[in-house]
């Protein structure tokens, strides 16, 4: 079985309106085997100073990258048949919906999973998760070590689960 673990840098949160920015995902199997995938997208405007803040990415950067149209068949290819992972996966979904075809319903959460495998935890942020769990993120907010981070969280999930008792 294989999944792989998306996430996106945007130039908000709506899906209708904003545009994608940088995509990583990481494909892992049960055997461990990873491989990675980055991209910066030229979204056709200017980013928001907020989101330049956010995760230092800059229209300089962005220059020259291509669009999200001919981005997306690297993604399929590179996704093959694998189940999609996202933290908050309503969100990547919400964007890649219209690329992808994939419902909400089609992509595991990170999230949920964290509420069931960790129930005490005050806050099921990524960052929070991060830290609360002692994984690592060298660049949060940045779409790759995000995806990262986020293979760690649902490696993390696995363990507690293969150890509840299944009585």
Not at 91 to 111: C, K, S
């Amino acid at each position: 079985m294989e999944w792989v673990i998306i996430d996106l840098e945007t130039t908000g949160v709506d899906h209708r309106n904003d545009q994608i920015i940088e995509i990583g995902a990481v494909l892992i199997n049960e055997k461990g085997r990873t491989e990675e995938f980055q991209t910066l997208v030229n979204p056709g405007i200017s980013l928001p100073y907020v989101i330049t803040e956010l995760t230092g990415i800059t229209d300089e950067m962005l220059e020259g990258q291509p669009s999200i149209d001919d981005v997306i068949p690297d993604l399929l290819d590179f996704m093959g048949d694998a189940i999609p992972i996202a933290h908050n996966a309503s969100f990547e979904a919400g964007f890649l919906r219209r690329y992808l075809g994939l419902e909400n319903e089609e992509w595991l959460d990170t999230i949920i999973l964290a509420k069931i495998a960790f129930p005490t935890l005050g806050s099921y942020s990524l960052a929070n998760l991060v830290t609360a769990l002692e994984l690592t993120n060298d660049a949060p907010h940045r779409a790759l070590a995000d995806a990262k981070a986020t293979v760690l969280l649902f490696q993390a999930a696995e363990k507690v689960f293969a150890s509840m008792d299944r009585g």
